[in-house]
């Protein structure tokens, strides 16, 4: 039993604080900011929530005229783990799994994400079902079943969900992407240079 649309939880809070003045979610992919182009790609899966900075800030600008649901994030500053608190906590009740997709990976491609969903199953015992690279290395985005909520609801810190995921290894699903796509993130100055070369 395929689950659509699927709820997308978009992060986008963090400071971009390794590319030295420059924010990397700002950055043009195509001719638009890589934080629109990831939130268009995750309204192809089901409706989005991104977790932002307070406002004001220009990654609202960005989204503008998008159908999505900004989420600002008091306390940005403590880390991925209030980000992912929040936003499980502002889902629906009723929300039987969602995808969590990191703002920073421009290689991804719509028809990746949709693979990713494409595998949830609810009707067996698979919790996590996560990206992989080509070759098997664990990456993004990642989607968790309900019954994982509570204890993403408990996150603190700079957790991006390490222990949740760890928990319930033996129930989780590798789903692999093409090439290096489910791990390529990009967060200084030089790897934008890099990957700008190997667009062109």
Known sequence: MTIAPLPV?????????????????????????????????????????????????????????LDITPLPIPDAAEGMGASLRRAFAALPLDTPAAMVLLADMPALEARDLARLAAAVDLTGETLIW????????????IIFAAALFDQLKQLRGDD?????????ADRMQLVPLPGQRARRDLDTPEDWAAWRAEQE
């Open 9 to 65: 939880i978009l992060l986008a809070a963090g400071a971009s604080t390794r590319m030295r003045g420059r924010d990397k979610l700002m950055e043009d992919i195509g001719g638009e900011p890589l934080l629109r182009r990831q939130a268009r790609l995750a309204r192809g899966i089901g409706p989005v929530t991104v977790a932002l900075p307070p406002p004001p800030h220009p990654r609202y600008t960005a989204l503008s005229g």
């Open 130 to 141: 996560r990206a992989t690279t080509e070759d098997g290395k664990p990456g993004h985005p």
């Open 160 to 168: 991006g969900g390490r222990a949740v995921v760890r928990a319930a």
